[in-house]
């Protein structure tokens, strides 16, 4: 998370079905590159960078700070999941008298979940449980804590997953030149 989280990171591994999540390692460096340098992966958040610009600028062990978990499949990284704190600059909540976003309790610096996945994986479901694992974690850590999600409505691929993992609309801006969905996760309190 972009002010590291009172909490220790990274934690110990969480294995899921399928997938192992943990913090990154110098091992995961070509992926991280092929990550960024995909097409696909760029097409709706800002496009592809250029592989050999990522070779030189990629450090040894990258993705390196709390909130950012490393996907794997059989011991290979295969994306990343992050839990930002979301920049109250950003359009889309915490406008002066933004009511949409003060009708719906949020503040800025609210937690923020984004997702990366290697194309060769796309629609294995592993994106999304990868993101379940990330959030019953960040549940545990902190307690009560609505999470938020911020994709272009263009991204059917991102809009299917934010809604499997039960996100809902707060509201839709432009950013970017484009439009982008805002949604939020709450938790669901105890019972009793
Ligand atoms: C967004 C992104 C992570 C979604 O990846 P994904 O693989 O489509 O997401 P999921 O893990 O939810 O997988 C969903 C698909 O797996 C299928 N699937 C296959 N086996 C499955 C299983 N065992 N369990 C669950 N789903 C399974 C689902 O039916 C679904 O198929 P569909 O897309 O045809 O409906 C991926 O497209 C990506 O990395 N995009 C580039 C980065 C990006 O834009 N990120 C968002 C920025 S906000």
Same mark, same amino acid.
């Given at each position: 998370m972009a002010e590291p989280v009172p /909490?220790?990171?990274?934690?110990?591994?969480?294995?899921?079905?399928?997938?192992?999540?943990?913090?990154?390692?110098?091992?995961?460096?070509?992926?991280?590159?092929?990550?960024?340098?995909?097409?696909?992966? +760029?097409?709706?958040?800002?496009?592809?960078?250029?592989?050999?610009?990522?070779?030189?600028? /990629?450090?040894?062990?990258?993705?390196?700070?709390?909130?950012?978990?490393?996907a794997t499949l059989d011991?290979?990284?295969?994306?990343?999941?992050?839990?930002?704190?979301?920049?109250? +600059?950003?359009?889309?909540h915490g406008r002066p008298g933004g009511k949409v976003v003060g009708a719906a +309790?949020?503040?800025?610096?609210?937690?923020?979940?984004?997702?990366?996945f290697l194309p060769h994986v796309w629609g294995c479901g592993y994106a999304a449980e990868a993101c379940a694992a990330a959030l019953g974690w960040f549940a545990g850590a902190f307690p009560g804590e609505p999470v938020v999600l911020c994709t272009q409505t263009a991204n059917d691929r991102a809009m299917r997953l934010a809604a499997k993992l039960g996100f809902t609309e707060v509201e839709r801006f432009e950013e970017y030149g484009a439009q982008q969905w805002l949604g939020v996760r709450r938790s669901i309190p105890a019972s009793g």
């Open positions: /909490v220790a990171w990274p934690p110990a591994p969480i294995r899921t079905e399928r997938l192992v999540l943990r913090g990154s390692e110098a091992g995961d460096r070509a992926a991280f590159i092929d990550l960024f340098a995909s097409p696909e992966v +760029g097409t709706y958040i800002g496009g592809p960078r250029p592989r050999e610009e990522l070779e030189g600028a /990629v450090p040894e062990v990258p993705g390196q700070r709390p909130g950012l978990f490393v011991g290979a990284m295969i994306g990343m999941v992050t839990l930002d704190r979301r920049d109250a +600059g950003r359009p889309g +309790g949020l503040d800025a610096g609210e937690a923020d979940l984004g997702y990366m």
